[in-house]
């Protein structure tokens, strides 16, 4: 089955700084999310994003479909983007995959 | 129609009993997904429903699991003889779509633990 690998795994940031956290899969996608889980578990829907280029706010997200990774950009960070980061990619069967995730502390 | 929505939040049941969790998904969504997450995880996908079928089942839900959509509008994922190892978040999420281009959103969850 696809397989898909996020990093980095961990990342620390202060408060201010920017980052970037990336995303690859090893087949072709169908379409791609990037959700942050906050700590109460709840999935967040912030980009929906199979190609292209979406923005919203500080953040945004790259897809590059046709070398498989996609990429997500935070700038500013601010203590209330702490959380997991998860690239999620849906492929022909249509069943949602989870990579395992970026954890992000941003520290004051 | 505020969103996706599990019920109950928190379950936490004796081994070797069976627990029901139930799901609403947004109004009119056709899929509907369960997924199961445990500490320091991604999301595991469970199984699938498009309407009231049931498409697809991951290997990792055994025979003791069980999800119905009888309507193709809520859901439940029953589980039976509860072990200790089934203690996790159960995630429900939903989308709109007939195609594979459909983004998904994702209730709250139900935390299981099994003592």
């Known amino acids: 089955g696809i397989q898909v690998e996020q990093s980095p795994p961990d990342l620390i940031l202060q408060e201010g700084a920017n980052s970037t956290l990336r995303c690859n899969f090893s087949?072709?996608?169908?379409?791609l999310q990037w959700f942050h889980q906050n700590p109460w578990g709840q999935l967040i829907n912030l980009f929906y994003?199979?190609?292209g280029t979406k923005q919203n706010g500080r953040l945004s997200a790259t897809t590059v479909a046709t070398e498989r990774y996609s990429l997500l950009y935070i700038s500013s960070s601010q203590t209330t983007d702490s959380g997991v980061y998860f690239c999620a990619v849906k492929t022909s069967y249509d069943k949602v995959i989870f990579g395992p995730g970026t954890s992000l502390s941003v520290i004051p | 129609d505020t969103g996706v929505s599990q019920d109950p939040r928190h379950k936490i049941t004796k081994r070797g009993q069976n627990v029901t969790f139930r799901c609403d998904p947004i109004s009119e969504h056709n899929r509907l997904y369960w997924y199961r997450q445990t500490l320091g995880q991604g999301p595991e996908f469970l199984t699938y429903?498009?309407?009231?079928?049931?498409?697809?089942k991951s290997r990792l839900l055994s025979d003791r699991f069980s999800a119905e959509r009888p309507k193709g509008s809520f859901s439940t994922l029953e589980i039976q003889r509860t072990e200790q190892g089934d203690s996790a978040m159960y995630l429900c999420a939903s989308s709109l779509g007939e195609g594979t281009m459909s983004e998904a959103f994702f209730g709250q969850g139900t935390r299981l633990t099994v003592v």
């Open positions: 994003i199979p190609s």
């Open positions: 087949d072709s996608v169908n379409n």
């Open positions: 429903f498009q309407n009231e079928a049931q498409l697809e």
